[in-house]
């Protein structure tokens, strides 16, 4: 399985992208421009945590880099929790039906798993472009 995230407008605050499995559209992600990772390809696995929730934690060369790709309503929670929001756009910077983009995601990647899958993620900025920031961001965090 290969999912692949290819962002699509950056800015100092957040960046934008789409997420894609095996070519597809699923869902829309947003991201802290101050934490992303490189554009490259990354392996994705799923560690189960105590509470029974699974993370979809993203490795390179078999070590994990801390961030993972999950719930989150706007890159302010991507800064937060070190993640790759996913959901679908409700503002620039912003997202709404997290849990169930969420669902789906982990349901398509338990299916590819139970088949003995491996799950790549690729990261693409080729084609992003600049864009500024919705002046609601800049308000309330910068002015």
């Known amino acids: 399985m290969e999912i692949t995230i290819n962002r699509k407008r950056t800015n100092r605050l957040y960046t934008e992208g789409e997420l894609r499995i095996n070519r597809i559209v699923k869902t829309y992600t947003v991201e802290a421009t101050s934490q992303m990772l490189q554009d ?11 509470d029974g929730t699974d993370d979809l ?3 390179k060369d078999n070590r994990c880099l801390g961030v993972s790709i999950n719930i989150g309503h706007s890159w302010i929670d991507s800064r937060k929790k070190n993640v790759i929001c996913i959901g679908q756009p409700i503002i620039e910077g912003a997202l709404y039906r997290c849990k169930l983009d969420n669902r789906r995601l982990r349901d398509g ?8 899958g491996r799950i790549t993620l690729r990261i693409t900025s080729k084609n992003a472009i600049r864009s500024r920031p919705v002046q609601h961001w800049m308000n309330r965090f910068l002015g």
């Open 40 to 50: 490259d390809v990354y392996e994705l696995k799923v560690h189960r945590k105590d």
């Open 57 to 59: 934690v993203i490795y």
């Open 109 to 116: 990647i338990r299916k590819c798993l139970a088949r003995n």
